[in-house]
């Protein structure tokens, strides 16, 4: 949850936990990306942090309006060249018309509703250019079962919070990027319990005429 740090800016503690692991992964799985969306930036931490060390990629942030202005303000504390002005973005609503080849969340699909959740991944297709890939961080259960205890307690805290969220079944998220034409690649453990889940788009490779994960 934000709050407010001592330059006046919009502040979530997490971000700073959380984001080098991140963006070690992310060196690697968006190496040979160019144009990214950050659905759900936030308060704009994880964006000002990783645009100036991701410096081949556009790092486009997102989110609801009310968020836009702490966004704002981050990236111009924080400026980057390759880093441009967040867009207003609910999943539930009309998406932008861009084109990305990666999509990047973090701490999100357990804070929106499951309705939000459905929502995110059907609107990815209206976005995604082929062969792209999302990146999810966050916690997830495995066969319905939670992978730690803090996490249980987690999500109790959760859902007294708002009874609409909550950790999700990576097989319920497994059905919803299948739907939307992707495939789960990577489930890359990281610290606190939690995961970097990807899924990319599958394209056909015309010489085995077998699906072919990118």
Same mark, same amino acid.
């Given at each position: 949850?934000?709050?407010?740090?001592?330059?006046?800016?919009?502040?979530?503690?997490?971000?700073?936990?959380?984001?080098?692991?991140?963006?070690?992964?992310?060196?690697?799985? =968006?190496?040979?990306?160019?144009?990214?969306?950050?659905?759900?930036?936030?308060?704009?931490?994880?964006?000002?942090? =990783?645009?100036?060390?991701?410096?081949?990629?556009?790092?486009?942030?997102?989110?609801?309006?009310?968020?836009?202005?702490?966004?704002?303000?981050?990236?111009?504390?924080?400026?980057?060249?390759?880093?441009?002005?967040?867009?207003?973005? $609910?999943?539930?609503? @009309?998406?932008?018309?861009?084109?990305? $080849?990666?999509?990047? %969340?973090?701490?999100?699909?357990?804070?929106?509703?499951? $309705?939000?959740?459905?929502?995110?991944?059907?609107?990815?297709?209206?976005?995604?250019?082929?062969?792209?890939?999302?990146?999810?961080?966050?916690?997830?259960?495995?066969?319905?079962?939670? %992978?730690?205890?803090?996490?249980?307690?987690?999500?109790?805290?959760?859902? !007294?919070?708002?009874?609409?969220?909550?950790?999700?079944?990576?097989?319920?998220?497994?059905?919803?990027?299948?739907? !939307?034409?992707?495939?789960?690649?990577?489930?890359?453990?990281?610290?606190?319990?939690?995961?970097?889940?990807?899924?990319? @788009?599958?394209?056909?490779?015309?010489?085995?005429?077998?699906? @072919?994960?990118?």
């Amino acid at each position: 949850m934000a709050e407010t740090g001592n330059a006046g800016l919009p502040d979530s503690p997490s971000c700073a936990r959380n984001r080098a692991p991140i963006l070690l992964e992310l060196q690697r799985l =968006f190496a040979d990306r160019r144009n990214v969306l950050e659905i759900g930036s936030g308060t704009g931490q994880h964006a000002v942090y =990783f645009a100036p060390r991701l410096p081949h990629l556009r790092w486009q942030t997102s989110d609801l309006n009310e968020n836009l202005p702490g966004i704002r303000a981050w990236l111009a504390a924080q400026p980057a060249p390759n880093l441009v002005a967040p867009l207003l973005l $609910d999943v539930t609503g @009309k998406w932008p018309a861009i084109s990305v $080849d990666a999509v990047f %969340t973090a701490n999100s699909l357990h804070i929106m509703g499951w $309705d939000c959740v459905e929502a995110f991944f059907h609107g990815l297709p209206g976005v995604l250019a082929p062969r792209a890939c999302l990146a999810v961080y966050g916690p997830v259960r495995l066969g319905g079962e939670y %992978t730690s205890a803090s996490n249980a307690e987690f999500d109790e805290w959760l859902k !007294a919070r708002d009874p609409r969220s909550g950790i999700r079944d990576l097989e319920a998220l497994d059905a919803l990027a299948s739907a !939307a034409g992707l495939q789960r690649t990577e489930m890359i453990a990281m610290p606190a319990n939690n995961y970097l889940l990807v899924w990319c @788009k599958e394209t056909t490779n015309k010489e085995s005429g077998k699906w @072919k994960k990118r």
